[in-house]
């Protein structure tokens, strides 16, 4: 984009600031900002903001050991359109969790209990219903900053809107982001060196307000941020929030500054609720409890270090050494432990008129039936889908030395030392056992080096502890898994062709192969269909592994047993018939790649005998007698075994996704509900009504909520 463009961008968004409203769209005309609209509002009939509510939520997960632990406990709460709630608390006190449960996001050995319900239902709000801004920043490599949010813009927005438009609402989300600088600057990867672990964190948050959705999770969006740039960041999230959007945020450290833009704060500590209600309140909700905030300190630090006890032992050694410092301090945290400190409050909160309204105010939310929503995700057409992500995809491997480059000089490399080492192979009677060990070691070793692009592929896919750029963008309801397995086979066609074509053409031309074109075609074609098939295996096993160094060991014995069936090592009819000759062998792409190529390079040659007395010997006898092989099969055939293999792959790395997405999800509940009441069940911690009644405090403001005819549920 020109300079004056992104200047004008630039105003258009300062003019916009005194509500900060980023939904704004600048730049975009009145047609397009109705198209898009139209879709996001108004094909949800009513009223389509976001009202959340959790009752009494309790996650437990599982532990490596078989033990179980609470990480939540009886978390009760709500957000509303057009309000912006600051999840706090110490590391490892649940943030995270709370999001992953709220955003259907939470871990396979997790387990959920309690209610959440979205506009007064339950619902999943994973793929599309909300966006999520996880904690690590999940991005293709490769790509500029413009480009990233760019390609995420046509994935998502209405194929009807102009280009002009969607690159409008790119610029001024650039800008929103503080990104204008680095925009053309690549993300960064292993080799290429990008922008600052800061700028990820706001390309990642940009992504998501990209599209203004309804209902929006961020997990830690300020981390890595000057504190500038926290505070324009909040900023610009408090400002989606006003436009009836739903935020909800868990935020490390927040300046006094920025702890002012927070609407409501939920304060963790171990997984229970310290306290939730208006932020501007917790300054006196502490001081009411006996930990009124001490002057010249940030209340946001003053809540933290109330709450985290992590730090007892330490201060308790500190209290020794440093008496003084101690004895003369107005903090009441100086005079008792912070594990006391937790328990006072806890039970400060169970009993406080804030736990009493938040209750009331969720069942008052949930029994209202709102619309259902669906405002996240894509708006663009499959075939839109395809496209981009076919281009998208294309382009990172191109420029990803890892892709395909690098696998493309090994294989020149070692179809090189093929060459050299079976050199004018010839029709001699030695040449029949060099033509066979050469068709093996081409279609056996050199297919199975394509393994090696098998990490770049994971990173790129998953890895089901950590989401990737697919797990997220999936998770976020970008685009639709078809689109992502078509597009990554078209994308990544261009380059099998190169480097099988090139290091093929190497070979065959060296070692001086069946002369002809067509016999040429069909080596180069048969080792194109194989190295594929390879790609389409690893692909499959990438959709169900943890990590890239199980998908390498998985698809290493698996290719290792093919090539054991495929006719080589033992001969097809001395091959054991019962599992390794049917089905093994028919099954092993190696078995149909050999058969082929025998018959491509023997038929029609005639080899010289062990003696020159006694007859030569033409390549059917051989085929017939040494190999096994039906002569009167087509060689074609073979091909078409291979290339349907491909097609029967890729549908299965489309099945195993999708079993992934919907059906491993219900398994792990179930089983995690199982093994929950075998261990005595999730414990429940409601409140109990008497327990809410003790409260002096809160006997008062139910008199007054019930004096002034406010009703109680
Ligand atoms: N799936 C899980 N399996 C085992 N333990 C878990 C799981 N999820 C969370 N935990 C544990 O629960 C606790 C809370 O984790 P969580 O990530 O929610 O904390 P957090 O407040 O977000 O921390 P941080 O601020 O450091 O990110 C941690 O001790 C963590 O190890």
């Not at 739903?246 to 609407?263: K, M, R």
Request: charged fraction near 20%.
């Amino acid at each position: 984009m020109r300079n004056s463009e992104a200047t004008h961008v630039a105003m258009e968004i300062e003019a916009s600031k005194p509500t900060g409203n980023v939904t704004t769209l600048p730049g975009l005309s009145p047609l397009s900002e109705t198209i898009w609209r139209e879709k996001t509002d108004t094909e949800i009939i009513g009223d389509v903001s976001a009202r959340l509510t959790w009752k009494d939520l309790t996650v437990m997960v599982t532990l490596s050991n078989g033990e179980t632990q609470n990480v939540l406990e009886g978390l009760t709460g709500y957000a509303e359109p057009g309000t912006f709630t600051a999840l706090m608390g110490p590391s490892g006190s649940g943030k995270s969790t709370l999001l992953d449960a709220l955003s259907s996001r939470l871990a396979a050995n997790a387990f959920l209990s309690g209610t959440i319900l979205l506009n007064g239902r339950k619902a999943k709000l994973s793929f599309g219903t909300a966006a999520y801004v996880t904690q690590d920043d999940n991005l293709i490599g490769t790509l500029t900053v413009r480009e990233t949010i760019s390609y995420s813009a046509r994935l998502r927005l209405p194929d009807k809107m102009p280009w002009s438009d969607k690159r409008a609402l790119v610029e001024s989300t650039i800008v929103a982001m503080g990104l204008q600088d680095c925009a053309d600057t690549v993300i960064g990867n292993w080799h290429l060196r990008g922008i600052s672990g800061g700028e990820k964190r706001r390309v990642s948050i940009a992504l998501e307000i990209l599209m203004r959705p309804r209902l929006l999770f961020l997990d830690e969006p300020t981390s890595g941020l000057d504190s500038a740039s926290a505070f324009f960041v909040t900023q610009t999230l408090r400002a989606l929030a006003r436009d009836g959007r739903t935020v909800i945020a868990s935020i490390h450290q927040p300046s006094s500054e920025v702890f002012e833009l927070f609407d409501q704060l939920y304060l963790l500590s171990g997984g229970k609720t310290v306290y939730f209600g208006q932020a501007s309140e917790a300054y006196e909700f502490f001081a009411q409890a006996g930990f009124p905030c001490p002057a010249l300190r940030n209340p946001s630090d003053h809540f933290l270090r109330c709450v985290n006890s992590d730090f007892d032992k330490v201060k308790s050694t500190l209290k020794g050494s440093m008496k003084l410092r101690f004895e003369g301090s107005d903090d009441p945290l100086d005079k008792i432990t912070t594990a006391e400190a937790i328990r006072t409050l806890l039970d400060f909160y169970r009993t406080s008129q804030q736990s009493y309204a938040a209750r009331q105010k969720v069942d008052e939310i949930s029994k209202v039936k709102g619309t259902v929503l669906d405002a996240g995700g894509s708006q663009a057409s499959f075939f839109m889908q395809s496209y981009i992500l076919t281009k998208r995809s294309f382009i990172n491997m191109s420029r990803d030395f890892g892709y395909y480059w690098l696998r493309l000089v090994i294989y020149i490399v070692v179809t090189l030392c093929i060459g050299t080492i079976y050199l004018n192979v010839g029709t001699g009677y030695n040449s029949i056992l060099a033509r066979g060990s050469c068709a093996s070691f081409v279609f056996g070793f050199v297919t199975f080096m394509s393994i090696g692009g098998f990490p770049s592929f994971v990173e790129d896919m998953k890895a089901s502890f950590v989401p990737y750029v697919f797990q997220r963008e999936r998770l976020n309801g970008h685009y639709g898994v078809l689109g992502f397995v078509i597009s990554n086979t078209i994308s990544a066609t261009p380059f099998l062709i190169l480097i099988t074509f090139l290091s093929g053409t190497i070979c065959y031309f060296m070692v001086r192969l069946h002369p002809g074109f067509w016999h040429y075609l069909f080596f180069v074609l048969c080792l194109y269909a194989s190295v594929t098939v390879v790609e389409s295996l690893m692909m499959a096993i990438a959709s169900v592994v943890p990590n890239f160094l199980m998908g390498i060991i998985i698809g290493a014995g698996i290719q290792g047993i093919f090539m054991l069936v495929s006719g080589y090592f033992r001969l097809p009819h001395d091959i054991p018939k019962p599992v390794w000759r049917y089905p093994m062998s028919y099954i092993s792409f190696h078995f149909w790649a050999l058969q082929g190529q025998y018959q491509n390079d023997l038929k029609g040659l005639i080899f010289d005998n062990q003696t020159p007395d006694l007859p030569k010997i033409p390549g059917e006898y051989i085929l017939e007698y040494v190999f096994q092989i039906d002569v009167n099969r087509s060689k074609w055939i073979d091909l078409s075994v291979i290339l349907s293999m491909i097609i029967i792959y890729r549908i299965i790395f489309f099945i195993m996704i999708k079993i992934n997405e919907d059906v491993t999800p219900w398994v792990r509940g179930y089983l995690a509900r199982r093994r929950m009441q075998q261990k005595s069940g999730a414990q429940n911690t409601t409140i109990a009504p008497d327990v809410l009644t003790q409260s002096p405090s809160l006997r008062t403001y139910i008199s007054n909520q019930t004096k002034n005819g406010t009703s109680r549920s």
